[in-house]
């Protein structure tokens, strides 16, 4: 009965703590954690801290304390994601027309929903990993070489909004060299509980930086934690790709908000790009059922399979112990706000301004949808049974 409410499989939550405290104490391994960008505005409340406070520097300190020899900002192979999937979207818009709307790709939960349901849809998802298991390739393949450690030796830790994550690195085609791109995925109410084990006091951790070289990321990186900013992310870097301008305001306000779902128009240059934003997976089914029956048309969708995105997912804390009222209305307005905020603050705002991303494809990946880009940084789809709970894959479980 969970498999057929939930089409991520992710109801079939396994908590994976014990796996990686066995990694950390392992003496032979390096053990590297990332930390999605969601994470860093909704830790705190676990910790009784203002709801959607950044606590970014306080995160990274507890993850070292904990034992962690590395961590990573995921924010920077979301920057990465943006350079895949907005060149594909120009792409497409340019020479395979037929292909569009493009469907976003980074939320496993709408993956699998569209893999299950929409079979006949597949070829319009982007093609481009989530930026966790971008994050979890390059440290496997690039970051090992580049720092003379054996893959082998190195066990990759994404710190995820939500049980979904577990589903994707699980799936067959998340790997790099043989190597799994992300061996281990904790929620963040995980996380918390390996916090408070060890009785670390969160709210009072001193300030730690993310280690190089998944360190800086643009405001655009970071705003992907809220519904719409995968799209006003791709729409940024799209503008620079079109025109060989940036745009003259990055806020893409249209983009903003809870509203479960918003058609809209974005200029670039002398194209008028229409563009579709759901979140939650009936909302998605409204998008793809309006697309179908010609009612409404876009050339980009993106979907959330959760509230509010990211930061609604259902591996973040729980506010049990807060204001119902409060809570209700505001939670998710809180920490999407802070995501908006801190972009709003940034010298670099655009994932192509960002300079390890300009390091990443000089040292390794050539340009964005090289050959080297899609062997580590693409993956493909599987159509599925209309019914999850039915289908092979499931009947293992
Ligand atoms: Fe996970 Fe929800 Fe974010 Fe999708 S929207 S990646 S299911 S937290």
């Known amino acids: 009965q969970c498999i057929l409410a939930c089409p991520t499989g992710s109801l079939s939550e396994k908590e994976e703590i014990s796996n990686v405290w066995r990694a950390i104490s392992d003496p032979h391994k390096i053990v590297i954690a990332q930390t999605a ?28 304390r904990l034992g962690f020899d590395k961590v990573f900002a995921t924010d920077v192979t979301a920057d990465l994601t943006i350079m895949e999937e907005g060149s594909e979207l120009v792409d497409r818009l340019v020479n395979e027309p037929e292909k569009l709307p493009l469907l976003s790709s980074c939320c496993p939960g709408w993956v699998k929903f569209a893999e299950n349901f929409y079979p006949e849809l597949l070829d319009h998802l982007s093609s481009t990993k989530s930026p966790h298991e971008m994050c979890g390739a390059l440290t496997k393949t690039w970051y090992a070489k580049k720092y003379n450690i054996d893959p082998s030796k190195i066990v990759t830790v994404a710190i995820m909004p939500c049980t979904a994550k577990k589903y994707e690195a699980s799936r067959p085609e998340m790997t790099s060299d043989g190597f799994r791109n992300v061996d281990h995925v904790l929620t963040t109410r995980e996380l918390v509980k390996m916090i408070r084990e060890v009785g670390i006091d969160f709210a009072n951790l001193p300030d730690s930086e993310y280690d190089e070289p998944f360190d800086q990321f643009s405001g655009a990186g970071m705003i992907f934690g809220a519904t719409g900013g995968v799209l006003e992310a791709a729409v940024r870097s799209a503008h620079r790709l079109i025109t060989g301008e940036e745009m003259s305001i990055p806020d893409y306000e249209e983009a903003r908000g809870q509203s479960g779902l918003k058609y809209g128009t974005v200029k670039i240059g002398d194209k008028t790009i229409t563009i579709a934003i759901a979140h939650g997976t009936k909302n998605a089914r409204i998008a793809i059922e309006d697309f179908k029956s010609g009612k409404k048309k876009f050339d980009y969708l993106e979907v959330m399979a959760c509230p509010g995105g990211c930061v609604g997912g259902g591996g973040q804390p729980i506010l049990a112990n807060r204001d119902y009222k409060y809570i209700s209305l505001s939670y998710r307005h809180n920490r999407a706000d802070t995501l908006y905020n801190i972009d709003k603050s940034k010298i670099i705002r655009q994932s192509h301004n960002n300079p390890r991303i300009h390091q990443i494809y000089k040292e390794f990946l050539g340009k964005p949808l090289s050959d080297v880009s899609h062997k580590y940084l693409h993956t493909t789809f599987t159509p599925r049974g209309k019914y999850p709970y039915l289908d092979s894959e499931n009947q293992k479980k």
Do not use: A, D
């Open 37 to 64: 960008p969601s994470i860093q505005v909704t830790i705190g409340e676990s910790f009784n801290m203002p709801i959607g406070k950044l606590v970014t520097k306080q995160l990274v300190t507890s993850l070292k």
